[in-house]
């Protein structure tokens, strides 16, 4: 099983949906991130929280949301879905645990179609 | 804010060829540096990663160094083959507050 799971894998929506991206991990670690992946931008960072109290704004955060319900779940939420928010989103972990060789272990992706 | 760039945007090889990517990044304090491999319609695999104390990192035909002075990391790859075709991020932790990326190097090795 993939230690860093996302749900649903792929998503077709409306202008002015809501909508949920779910994130599940079970490495165990405390840290937990959500980015957005666009052509030629790389990815971008939009939210990130460092354990289950913990909650900070990414690079890009504006029109979402985020909830860290348990140490291995954190989902992002689309509260009015717009077009411009088409693009391949990714969940990912790391353990603070690690010091400075704290790497980022990815998720497979969503990939989210706003019409 | 930190900005990082890389070099070229995409690359295409024979196979056997030795290739070097770039990645270039503007403000040297940083945690670490990451190179991480992207396949189609999959998340990233960290592939090497170079602390700020760190000139380099060796991982099989692969070799990353880091010159944080300058903003700049390489990564080489050695005798290419193509199921290394992939597109190739490197990203920088800025003191573990969060990880800027690069917009990645799309490689592709020709048989």
């Known amino acids: 099983d993939a230690d860093v799971t996302q749900t649903p894998r792929n998503r077709i929506t409306k202008t002015g949906k809501r909508i949920m991206l779910e994130c599940s991990q079970t490495k165990g670690h405390d840290r937990m991130y959500w980015y957005r992946q666009d052509p030629g931008l790389g990815l971008r960072l939009i939210y990130y929280?460092?354990?289950?109290?913990?909650?900070n704004k990414g690079e890009i955060s504006d029109g979402y949301s985020v909830s860290r319900q348990a140490q291995a779940k954190f989902s992002l939420s689309l509260e009015s879905a717009i077009p411009n928010q088409t693009a391949l989103y990714f969940c990912a972990t790391s353990d603070s645990r690690t010091g400075p060789r704290e790497t980022q272990y990815f998720g497979p992706g969503t990939r989210l179609l706003v019409l | 804010k930190q900005e990082v760039t890389q070099i070229p945007a995409a690359l295409s090889v024979p196979e056997g060829e030795n290739l070097v990517l770039n990645c270039s990044f503007t403000?040297?304090?940083?945690?670490?540096l990451q190179w991480f491999r992207q396949d189609p319609g999959k998340g990233l695999t960290s592939l090497l990663l170079?602390?700020?104390?760190?000139r380099e990192q060796t991982s099989g035909r692969l070799n990353a160094s880091l010159d944080k002075s300058s903003g700049r990391s390489t990564l080489y790859i050695a005798a290419s083959q193509p199921g290394d075709s992939a597109t190739y991020l490197c990203?920088?932790?800025?003191?573990?507050?969060?990880?800027?990326f690069g917009p990645g190097t799309r490689l592709s090795v020709l048989p």
């Open positions: 929280s460092f354990d289950v109290k913990d909650i």
């Open positions: 403000d040297s304090a940083i945690y670490n």
């Open positions: 990203a920088v932790d800025n003191y573990g507050q969060n990880f800027v």
């Open positions: 170079i602390q700020s104390s760190q």
